[in-house]
């Protein structure tokens, strides 16, 4: 254990057994009897102290008939302030900026994950058309939505000290109201991608040793995995699940006028800006392995085949079913497929007026 | 005074190349029909061309099973392109006060994001098709890609400016329709009109010989 | 400077609701947007009490400190205004603000929140003081003609208060110290004392 956790522990121990004392010290005082002195209290006093506590004050209504409009005070808004200005946009922030430069470290130390065998040419078919489609439309909104998510998040602080108040509002303005109508396209997307992704998803035997051999990154030799390794997987479930959270969240958040309290509103937006700061850090990683990171992964998505030889190092079981069921294509054909040579004349002549 | 010149000159010359060029291009289709068919009909031409507009609307049923991705999506954003075009409450009142001086009942609020909603899906999906997959990718020209994007800024801009407040991001939609309409008559952009012209032709065609199309 | 506040004396608000009234009409809110509200607790009961709510402008204002495009700005005289050319209507003051006076035009269901819009203790905008788009946004400047919110001004029984926090404060310390008299005299809390100060006090 670490000299910081333990230090940690410590001070979580120090306040347990403080917290025990205090609550010790207030029941010798509910013991103690009253002073005889008569007080003179403030009319309703106590009234007033449970609205301010939001404790039961009875019935509570008002002749304005909106949300919310018979609670006096919500307390609770003043702890949700505290939450976005200390530490939604502080750790935010950081959780970001760490998550960028350990995956920038990485790639500084171990550099792009090479194919030991080089590439075979010969190549096996992945993912659908179907499939990548839909990948790139739940990128392509993920990105957009983070984007104008971030710039709502950290633009006052950023941007305003160098735009002025009155460009940065318009580039909110815009980003608000595109976060706001691209959100529902995101969760369609996602409810298509949980459908025709769930069933390799499902985590297997195999999928525990690439946990316990860290997925590769210790060591050279790379571990087993079947359609989808175990760290896919992974982040497969986070963008489902985290992504249903964003998404029912956001939905609550962007329709104001259904009746739900601020408070629900604001449980939300915490759960919303939370799960979204996490899922932008883990698409990150993401993004990084399969562009830069790994050599060869970027095809599959791109063309929805891949080279053999990165099937075999990455996916060795289902490299092997492809082997077994002869689903291999020959470098010929695969650039037939991808229309890179093209034998009819006629329509590559008809291809190049066209051009 | 970037503001002017959108709001007034810009727009003028992009409506002028915008009608003219449909004007031409429509034009030309009915000159080339003039051609008289000397040959002895076998059926009427009229309700073989009137048939075969709507019969279109449907996918082939041999090709329907293969491309059931491009028509859900195609539908999707094709409706919901028109929807919003035509009953946005924004667009009914920018009609009303500059074209027709008469409005007609605008959709809801809710009924307008979900209609752009349905638009924006189906386009993305429409495009990325078009770039992944190696077939469509193959038949696809500059033409295609140019109108995609600029379709798809068209109503990114719209949906940015949704506030109705900022004067920006007014301008931004204006200017990318202002484009929109100058590319529009020179690119395959016209098939909103000539999908009619094209398949009443095909029908007439067919019809006049007897033939189912 | 002044520091203008609103108060109001529980012990006298009636629920008459004319503060609300006199509001929607001075400064011409849209439809669905309450500025000021009167709330009841345990309406009908003995101990019954209404509180005429609207913005506090408080002197550390939540919605200001939580706001994206920062659009919140305190006048000379502490109340807190803000400009809607720059409110994007994300609605996070209306998150962070505990006594719900950010309001939002009601579009239905679905809808996306137009510009925020609250009280601004009849003080106006950014815009020039009594100009119409200044009446148009954010309705009259009454404050610019010397002259106070119209709701305390025109509150029947004087439950609100509004003015320099000084002034506000001393009424309503006279009006406590009368209050606990009586109670010390009658030997009962004020719930259940008669509403005048006992003959003795009054004398003096």
Redesign the interface.
């Known amino acids: 254990m670490s000299k910081c956790t333990w230090i940690f522990f410590r001070q979580v121990y120090f306040f347990i057994s403080l917290l025990i004392f205090l609550c010790l010290l207030l029941a010798v005082d509910a013991t103690a009897s009253e002073p005889a002195t008569s007080k003179v209290n403030s009319p309703g006093s106590e009234l007033w102290m449970n609205v301010r506590k939001n404790m039961a004050t009875g019935k509570v209504t008002s002749q304005v008939k909106s949300v919310d409009s018979n609670v006096l005070i919500n307390s609770y808004a003043q702890r949700w302030t505290q939450f976005r200005m200390t530490q939604l946009i502080n750790y935010g922030l950081i959780v970001l900026l760490a998550v960028f430069s350990i995956i920038f470290l990485f790639y500084v130390i171990r550099g792009r994950v090479k194919l030991s065998g080089g590439l075979s040419g010969h190549m096996v078919h992945r993912f659908t058309d179907y499939e990548r489609v839909l990948h790139w439309v739940l990128a392509i909104v993920f990105l957009f939505l983070a984007t104008t998510g971030l710039i709502l998040l950290f633009g006052r602080p950023i941007f305003i000290p160098l735009l002025g108040h009155e460009i940065f509002s318009v580039f909110a303005s815009a980003s608000k109201e595109g976060h706001n109508l691209f959100g529902p396209i995101f969760l369609v997307s996602l409810i298509l991608m949980l459908f025709s992704f769930v069933r390799r998803n499902i985590y297997a035997r195999g999928d525990l040793t690439w946990l316990l051999r860290g997925g590769g990154i210790i060591g050279k030799s790379h571990v087993t995995g079947g359609f989808f390794n175990m760290g896919e997987k992974t982040w497969y479930w986070i963008v489902i699940l985290i992504g249903l959270a964003i998404s029912a969240s956001g939905l609550i958040l962007v329709s104001p006028n259904l009746g739900q309290s601020r408070i629900i509103m604001e449980l939300s937006h915490v759960i919303h800006s939370i799960g979204a700061i996490i899922l932008i850090a883990v698409s990150m990683g993401h993004m990084y392995l399969g562009t830069k990171g790994t050599e060869g992964t970027l095809e599959s998505m791109k063309t929805g085949y891949v080279d053999i030889k990165w099937a075999e190092e990455h996916h060795d079981r289902w490299a092997k079913e492809c082997h077994d069921n002869n689903r291999l294509i020959s470098a010929e054909d695969y650039a037939k497929l991808q229309g890179k040579i093209i034998q009819n004349a006629k329509v590559s002549n008809a291809m190049e007026e066209n051009k | 005074m970037i503001m002017d010149f959108i709001d007034g000159p810009f727009w003028y010359f992009s409506l002028i190349v915008f009608f003219s060029g449909i004007i031409w291009n429509m034009g030309s289709i009915v000159f080339a029909l003039s051609k008289v068919d000397l040959s002895v009909s076998r059926g009427s031409a009229v309700s073989g061309a009137i048939k075969t507009i709507f019969t279109r609307f449907a996918a082939d049923k041999g090709m329907a099973p293969h491309i059931r991705l491009q028509i859900i999506a195609g539908y999707m954003f094709h409706l919901g392109l028109f929807a919003l075009l035509f009953f946005a409450a924004p667009h009914i009142l920018f009609l009303e006060e500059h074209f027709l001086g008469f409005g007609w009942t605008p959709m809801p609020h809710w009924a307008f994001i979900i209609a752009s909603e349905f638009a924006f899906l189906g386009l993305l999906i429409l495009w990325l098709h078009r770039i992944l997959n190696p077939v469509s990718r193959l038949i696809s020209t500059a033409d295609d890609h140019i109108a995609s994007i600029l379709t798809f800024v068209v109503m990114l801009t719209g949906c940015l400016a949704l506030l109705e407040s900022f004067t920006a991001l007014r301008l931004l939609h204006r200017f990318s329709v202002e484009l929109f309409l100058i590319y529009f008559p020179f690119s395959r952009l016209m098939h909103a009109f000539t999908f009619i012209p094209s398949r009443a032709f095909t029908g007439a065609w067919f019809g006049r010989r007897g033939i189912s199309s | 400077m002044a520091r203008m506040k609103f108060y109001c004396d529980?012990?006298r608000c009636i629920?008459c609701?004319a503060c609300?009234t006199a509001c929607k009409n001075e400064n011409e809110v849209p439809w669905?947007v309450?500025r000021r509200?009167?709330?009841?607790?345990?309406?009908g009961?003995p101990?019954e009490?209404s509180?005429s709510?609207a913005c506090m402008h408080c002197s550390d204002a939540?919605c200001a400190?939580?706001?994206?495009?920062?659009?919140f700005y305190t006048t000379d005289d502490g109340v807190v205004l803000h400009?809607k050319?720059?409110?994007?209507?994300?609605?996070?003051c209306?998150?962070?603000?505990?006594?719900?006076a950010p309001?939002?035009p009601?579009?239905?269901?679905?809808?996306?929140?137009?510009?925020m819009d609250k009280c601004t203790f009849c003080a106006g905008g950014p815009e020039e003081d009594n100009s119409a788009d200044e009446y148009q946004k954010y309705g009259s400047n009454r404050l610019s003609e010397g002259k106070l919110p119209l709701c305390a001004e025109m509150c029947s029984t004087k439950a609100l208060l509004a003015g320099d926090a000084n002034v506000v404060s001393d009424i309503y310390r006279e009006r406590?110290i009368k209050?606990?008299a009586s109670?010390?005299n009658k030997g009962v809390?004020?719930?259940n004392a008669s509403l005048r100060a006992s003959a003795v006090l009054k004398d003096k």
């Open positions: 529980a012990e629920e609701n609300v669905g309450n509200r009167v709330v009841t607790i345990n309406d009961v101990g009490r509180l709510v939540p400190t939580v706001c994206p495009v920062d659009c400009d050319d720059i409110c994007i209507g994300c609605g996070y209306f998150y962070a603000c505990p006594f719900g309001q939002f009601d579009d239905g269901a679905f809808a996306s929140r137009g510009k406590v209050r606990g109670v010390l809390s004020y719930q």
